[in-house]
T-cell receptor, first 113, second 111 residues
Framework: NAGVTQTPKFQVLKTGQSMTLQCAQDMNHNSMYWYRQDPGMGLRLIYY???????DKGEVPNGYNVSRLNKREFSLRLESAAPSQTSVYFC????????????FGEGSRLTVL | AQSVTQLDSQVPVFEEAPVELRCNYS??????LFWYVQYPNQGLQLLLKYLSGSTLVESINGFEAEFNKSQTSFHLRKPSVHISDTAEYFCAVRGAQKLVFGQGTRLTINP
């Protein structure tokens, strides 16, 4: 009964380093999402994947890449981290059927020095 | 395109007092509206949703929200808050394949 699992929960990077945030869901959902949360700005969509094999940009995609590895897994990669990418990142999946209910992971707190 | 505006970034209230968190939306398609809650150091979880039918929707922990099409609003209310309601609340509108979130309202309950 895990739901949406994100790893790692915490990470500190130096400017220019790369890393990948992993996300997996066990609810057989088709659509998956990566959001970032910053104080006073709510959640902003980085990338999403409506189904296995497809990915699309959200409102803040610059500096990120994604991979929809299979139906369960959707990873977010920072190729060259910048201090502006310091944030809390949330992965979510969407229950099918048109209701629009998102299920969220617990978040990954990333600090870029 | 869809957008959401939460009119208050912070709302402090006393325990057992009523509260209203305001949300206005803009949508060019059928309107599906949501309130999500985020407790400290946790992810977001669904509080309640409006898809169709009755314009007044309720959650299991005493919150309610009313869909008002003429005012394009979906305000969240609770008649009597508890310390455990301390959290950040996000209003969201469903767009094509994704949800668009408001900026969030931090609800602080004072004893």
């Amino acid at each position: 009964n895990a739901g949406v699992t994100q790893t790692p929960k915490f990470q500190v990077l130096k400017t220019g380093q790369s890393m990948t945030l992993q996300c997996a869901q066990d609810m057989n959902h088709n659509s998956m999402y990566w959001y970032r949360q910053d104080p006073g700005m709510g959640l902003r969509l980085i990338y999403y994947s409506a189904s296995e094999g497809t990915t699309d940009k959200g409102e803040v995609p610059n500096g990120y890449n994604v991979s929809r590895l299979n139906k369960r897994e959707f990873s977010l990669r920072l190729e060259s981290a910048a201090p502006s990418q310091t944030s809390v990142y949330f992965c979510a999946s969407l229950r099918a059927g048109g209701t629009g209910e998102l299920f969220f992971g617990e978040g990954s707190r990333l600090t870029v020095l | 395109a869809q957008s959401v505006t939460q009119l208050d970034s912070q709302v402090p209230v006393f325990e057992e007092a009523p509260v209203e968190l305001r949300c206005n939306y803009s949508s060019s398609v059928s309107v599906y509206l949501f309130w999500y809650v985020q407790y400290p150091n946790q992810g977001l979880q669904l509080l309640l949703k409006y898809l169709s039918g009755s314009t007044l929707v309720e959650s299991i922990n005493g919150f309610e929200a009313e869909f008002n099409k003429s005012q394009t609003s979906f305000h969240l209310r609770k008649p009597s808050v508890h310390i455990s309601d301390t959290a950040e609340y996000f209003c969201a509108v469903r767009g094509a394949q994704k949800l668009v979130f408001g900026q969030g309202t931090r609800l602080t309950i004072n004893p």
